[in-house]
């Protein structure tokens, strides 16, 4: 937590200050205040979202000083400054395309990050089916952003209502909005305009396989 402050300190300085920072990325003074001092033995992924954003960066680039093979077996053995209105979400070593494909082979678990299980039950989402993943690229701009940490709920593997999912091609997974079609068929958009829709007919819909229904990406999807 030391490492992740220190680097925060610096951003916050160079970015005019606590008081400025914490309105243009929507953080209360008091718990930016909070992460500067080292105080909570874990950040809040939503509020590390909040920060990331509003300093241009990815969450992993702002969460690399403690995400270490140390830091993180000091957390697991510790026990402490566990949120016990979160539940631990699995981080998943697994880059989901929101542009041009990434390979992945098989998944692994890189650490756990807190989430409230209050915003869980909002959506939906059982503790044990949560997992986190990130995403690569602008296809899902301006609803997901490059490297941003999207929630992703592994329950789902048929498309059962529109929204977006986590599409395996190969060994490429990617993100999409999901369209379904009264004859069978299914479109895959990318929010992005500058990307064109793909139209799959019935018995390639049939064959598709999903990993996942993504349901939050610093916000509801």
């Keep these: ?44 992924i939503t509020v590390v979202i909040r920060i990331a954003r509003a300093l241009g960066k990815s969450v992993s680039e702002l969460l690399a000083p403690i995400t270490g093979d140390d830091a993180g077996s000091q957390i697991a053995q510790s026990g402490t400054g566990i949120d016990l209105d979160s539940a631990q979400v699995r981080m998943l070593d697994v880059v989901a395309a929101a542009g041009p494909g990434y390979e992945n082979e098989e998944p692994s678990e890189i650490r756990t ?5 209050r915003l869980l039950e909002e959506l939906g989402v059982k503790p ?23 929630l992703v709920d592994i329950s789902y593997s048929r498309p059962k209502d529109d929204g977006v999912y986590i599409v395996i091609v190969g060994n490429e997974a990617r993100i999409k909005r999901i369209g379904r079609g009264w004859d069978g068929k ?32 610093g916000g509801r999807i």
């Design 128 to 150: 044990a089916n949560a997992r986190f993943m990130t995403a690569r690229g602008d296809s899902m701009l301006p609803t997901i952003a490059d490297g941003a940490i999207v």
């Design 1 to 44: 937590m030391e490492a992740f402050a220190a680097r925060l300190r610096a951003e916050v300085k160079a970015a005019g200050g606590p008081k400025a920072f914490a309105e243009k990325a929507d953080v209360p003074l008091s718990t930016l205040n909070t992460y500067i001092a080292a105080n909570p033995a874990e950040p809040k």
């Design 186 to 217: 299914l479109t895959l958009v990318s929010d992005n305009t500058r990307y064109p829709m793909e139209t799959l007919s019935a018995p390639e819909a049939e064959s598709l396989r999903v990993a996942g229904k993504v349901m939050w990406a």
């Design 113 to 117: 990050l807190p989430f409230a299980r």
